[in-house]
T-cell receptor, first 114, second 113 residues
Framework: AQSVAQPEDQVNVAEGNPLTVKCTYS??????LFWYVQYPNRGLQFLLK??????LVKGSYGFEAEFNKSQTSFHLKKPSALVSDSALYFC????????????FGKGNQVVVIP | DAGVTQSPTHLIKTRGQQVTLRCSPI?????VSWYQQVLGQGPQFIFQ???????GRGNFPDRFSARQFPNYSSELNVNALLLGDSALYLC????????????FGEGSWLTVV
């Protein structure tokens, strides 16, 4: 069964400091990995994805994520957090060559403190 | 270009009633999926449709059904509503090809009272 873990409920970071949101997965094979962001009362916005290739993936709004196969992790990072980055972040996994079913983690609330 | 559009944005229903939610995918996208997001949780997969055929179904009761139309738009129907069906219902679309990004709409907020 697919499983995505986002171990922290909330991540607090001061504005201007580096931001990291952790994600690990426990699936076999070579899944596709995604990060989405959700602002209050809104849908999900795509940030970035890892399919294959370079382990460091760059996405929207200055975010990047590093795929680590040995640690089965896909942590989201941003070098310098903005107050506007305060939102709910979801990691998701999908198997290749199958349907478009995404399995999501529980989400991490990020609070950027001015 | 318009993104994934959903209607209605908010609705309130009474237990036992039926609801229909609608979704229009991004132009050119042939795959539509539905997700349920209960407050405080991540979205849960309900259905995927591609070329009007069901391609996947999540762990939801038969009260949930969906269909896709020739123009690739989709409807999600929920019968005999329960209080626990209160949630944000998200529609997502993607183009053909493995690894393509899945884009979400703003969702339909359903409250069952």
């Amino acid at each position: 069964a697919q499983s995505v873990a986002q171990p922290e409920d909330q991540v607090n970071v001061a504005e201007g400091n580096p931001l990291t949101v952790k994600c690990t997965y426990s699936v076999s094979g070579n899944p596709y990995l995604f990060w989405y962001v959700q602002y209050p009362n809104r849908g999900l916005q795509f940030l970035l994805k890892y399919i294959t290739g370079d382990n460091l993936v760059k996405g929207s709004y200055g975010f990047e994520a590093e795929f680590n196969k040995s640690q089965t992790s896909f942590h989201l990072k941003k070098p310098s957090a903005l107050v506007s980055d305060s939102a709910l972040y979801f990691c998701a996994v999908r198997f290749p060559y199958g349907n478009n079913r995404l399995a999501f983690g529980k989400g991490n609330q990020v609070v950027v403190i001015p | 270009d318009a993104g994934v559009t959903q209607s209605p944005t908010h609705l309130i229903k009474t237990r036992g009633q039926q609801v229909t939610l609608r979704c229009s995918p991004i132009s050119g996208h042939k795959s539509v999926s539905w997700y349920q997001q209960v407050l405080g949780q991540g979205p849960q997969f309900i259905f995927q449709y591609y070329e009007k055929e069901e391609r996947g179904r999540g762990n939801f009761p038969d009260r949930f059904s969906a269909r896709q139309f020739p123009n690739y738009s989709s409807e999600l129907n929920v019968n005999a509503l329960l209080l626990g069906d209160s949630a944000l219902y998200l529609c997502a679309s993607s183009s053909t090809g493995d690894g393509n990004t899945i884009y979400f709409g703003e969702g339909s907020w359903l409250t069952v009272v």
